[in-house]
């Protein structure tokens, strides 16, 4: 199984944001990914998501998957990041009153993206665009039978 | 303890989702910043917040919750009672503030 689509993101539209990631969790069901892998590859994109809609003019979502992973890279053309050593720290955020308002904006969208992909990689130019790229790897429970409990384990 | 039980204990108006009331509730998370929740709250948990846009609708759907509680008799905005309608997420309405709302369900679900 391979499956590969790209979506485009539109910057500063909140009304949309999280359709992306909404239209590529019902994908990866459909295509009978186990429920762990599918939570995460959702919310590691909700988070990429949401920063092209906070920070971007606009983006791009790919999703790549197969039967061992899933890939999530997201790209855009928007302010960069200057420092990512700084952009990392949880609660460290750089966004706009009006972001923080709707309950964006936590400092946190960075962190949960590391947190819940197994790999993660990140570069970014300031005034150019953001690129972040991460893997979820596709763990079958059938390699696990003394542990079927340990995808829940994952919080 | 089900949606419909904590509903009726604590005399919810459900703002829609009345059809999912079955659901078992496993706990709670409090919180108004949409990746603080993401990053804590858990499957089966109700979510207690005074956020109503529809952006919590996303975040309840990615995360598996049980349902949004809004706080304070704060009523959801229009598109986002439709698309909570549309993904199953039942939104409740509670006329307490929070503090009141995570003490009363803490307390009903843990004993």
Known sequence: ?155 | MDLAAIVKALNLKVGCGGNALNREVKGGYVGDLLSDVIANSQEGHVWITRQIHQNIVAVASLKDLAAIILVQGSEPAPDTLEKATREGIPILIATDPGFEVAGKIYKLIST
């Open chain 1, 1 to 155: 199984m391979s499956y590969d689509k790209t979506f485009s993101v539109e910057g500063g539209n909140f009304q949309a944001a999280g359709n992306v990631s909404s239209e590529i969790k019902g994908i990866l069901k459909e295509l009978g990914l186990p429920r762990d892998t599918v939570r995460r590859a959702a919310i590691v994109c909700y988070e990429s998501e949401i920063n092209i809609v906070s920070y971007a003019k606009k983006g791009q979502i790919v999703l790549h998957a197969d039967d061992q992973s899933v890939e999530i890279e997201a790209k855009d053309e928007g302010s960069g990041i200057p420092d990512i050593e700084l952009a990392m720290k949880e609660g460290y955020s750089t966004a706009t009153a009006q972001v923080r308002e709707m309950g964006f904006g936590a400092g946190m969208g960075l962190s949960n993206m590391k947190r819940y992909a197994d790999d993660f990689f990140i570069s970014s130019e300031v005034g150019v665009g953001t690129y972040v790229k991460m893997v979820v790897f596709n763990l079958d429970l059938k390699l696990h039978p003394d542990h079927p409990q340990w995808v829940d384990t994952y919080t």
